[in-house]
Structures are given as C-alpha cells and as structure tokens.
C-alpha cells in the first residue's frame, strides 16, 4: 500500500507540472484506478494508457484547445421496414431451400460413392478368387510339365 501511495504522490508530482490546467481530483481518481489496475493484474499498461492520455491532454492545453472528450453513445436500433423484414424473410427461405439442396446431393454423392465403393469390393474379391484359381492351375501345370521332363 505504501508503495502505491509513493506512486501516486509521484504521478500527482510529474502530471502536475505537466499540465495546471487540467482538474487534478478528477485526474488522480483516474490515476489511482490505473495504479490499483497495475498491482491486480501486473500489466503495466493501464498505467501506461493514462499517462499517454494526460500528456496529450496537456499538450492539447498548452496549444491553447479544448480539452479531449471521448463519448460513446449508445448504438441506436431501428425498426425494420415491412418490405426489408420481407426481403430478409424472403432470402433466409431461399437460404433454407439452398441448404437443403446442398444436403441432398451430398447425401445422393455419399450414397452413390458407397454403392461404387461395394461394387469394387465385390470385384476385388472376384478378381482374387479368380487369382487364386489361376495359381492353382499354375501349379497344377507346373507339376504335370515336370512330371513329363522327368519320366519315372
């Protein structure tokens, strides 16, 4: 706590030279939230932030401007027309059908790519059995010209 207050009395000192102008209460208020905002989190930039704010506020002065006020307002909302809540009703429907589009075809695309997937399957195992019955006709007549080299 001691260490804080030394900084603050440190901020008051350099920010009050810096600029006379401008209100001090309001500025060490916003000083001393930095200052507790640095020792909660460890991150010098909150700090950092309302340094940079008053030297520009200060150099605002000393050129002879107002000061820098930053409002946010609130974000207005307004009422849809009819005829834009039925182009956006009209393109979220078409939105709909497109997507439903969409999934049939990838459905109609799986099942097609299933249905070749199986049939090629089902040709491999032909094709094996087809090799198995060759080698074994390989074989046979492997053994039967052998059978005929050699005479008994």
């Not at 507790?36 to 506020?57: A, C």
């Not at 050129?63 to 979220?92: C, H, M, N, P």
């Not at 709909?96 to 049939?119: G, I, N, P, T």
Request: charged fraction near 35%; charge should be positive; aromatic fraction near 4%.
């Amino acid at each position: 706590m001691q260490l804080m207050n030394e900084l603050l009395d440190n901020a008051k000192i350099s920010f009050s030279s810096v600029c006379n102008d401008v209100s001090l209460e309001n500025l060490d208020y916003q000083l001393a939230n930095a200052a507790l905002e640095v020792f909660k989190s460890g991150n010098m930039t909150p700090l950092i932030k309302e340094e940079l704010k008053t030297k520009i506020q200060a150099s605002r002065l000393k050129r002879g401007k107002d000061e820098l006020t930053v409002e946010f307002k609130s974000e207005q909302k307004y009422e849809l027309s009819d005829e834009e809540k039925a182009r956006i009703s009209k393109r979220k429907e078409a939105n709909r059908l497109a997507a439903v589009r969409f999934r049939q075809r990838r459905k109609s695309k799986e099942q097609q790519l299933s249905e070749e997937c199986d049939s090629l399957e089902a040709r491999n195992a032909a094709l094996l059995r087809e090799l198995e019955d060759l080698q074994r006709q390989k074989g046979g007549l492997l053994e039967a010209i052998s059978q005929i080299r050699s005479p008994p």
